[in-house]
């Protein structure tokens, strides 16, 4: 398989970034949502995020990639800015969630982070099986249900299903472009 420096970084996001979201969520689960360790795991995988959804966005073609490409942008900060805030908060600073003013940024670029999930999803489903994309999709609806709600035991699963999802598209993806997984999908259609 060959492949580039910079595929093979932006293919290990995809390992790396959301195993280390889900040490985050396990500290915020069992430590409280304020904890300054789990924020600094918070920071470190979601800008590890951001590889990811250039990871997705080089899968795709055309308006969903380069839709991919600018949410993912918008969400890569927002995910970030809430690790921060979080850090903030353990040192006992003001939460920008209950602030007013320049503050309220946060919410809409918050929200980004799992509209990028989303926007993943309809990427992969025109490379991948189905339950691939459909299991992102799933993740990205359940993340914001899950971190407004301060759900840490669904927090943990949906970043475990993140694990797995990307872990299986780093895996099954070779360095050609055209991926592994579409063969093994058009496979699947033939009957073979």
Do not use: Q
């Amino acid at each position: 398989m060959n492949s580039t420096p910079l595929e093979r970084v932006l293919t290990g996001s995809l390992l790396v970034a959301p195993a280390v979201y889900l040490i985050a969520d396990l500290l915020y689960a069992t430590r409280g949502w304020a904890d300054p360790a789990a924020a600094v795991f918070h920071v470190l995988g979601a800008a590890g995020y951001t590889l990811v959804m250039l990871r997705l966005a080089t899968l795709g073609h055309g308006v969903p990639a380069a839709v991919l490409l600018v949410v993912g942008v918008f969400g890569a900060a927002g995910n970030v800015a809430y690790g921060f805030n979080t850090i903030h908060v353990s040192l006992g600073d003001t939460d920008l969630v209950d602030a007013s003013g320049a503050a309220v940024l946060i919410k809409p670029l918050g929200l980004c982070f799992p509209l990028t999930l989303l926007l993943g999803a309809a990427v992969l489903r025109r490379i991948a099986p189905a339950w691939i994309a459909g299991l992102l999709a799933a993740a990205a609806l359940a993340w914001p249900v899950a971190h407004i709600a301060n759900v840490g035991w669904l927090a943990v699963l949906v970043n475990a299903v993140l694990v797995w999802v990307f872990g299986v598209v780093a895996v099954r993806r070779p360095g050609d472009g055209t991926g592994a997984v579409r063969r093994e999908r058009s496979d699947l259609r033939v009957g073979r």
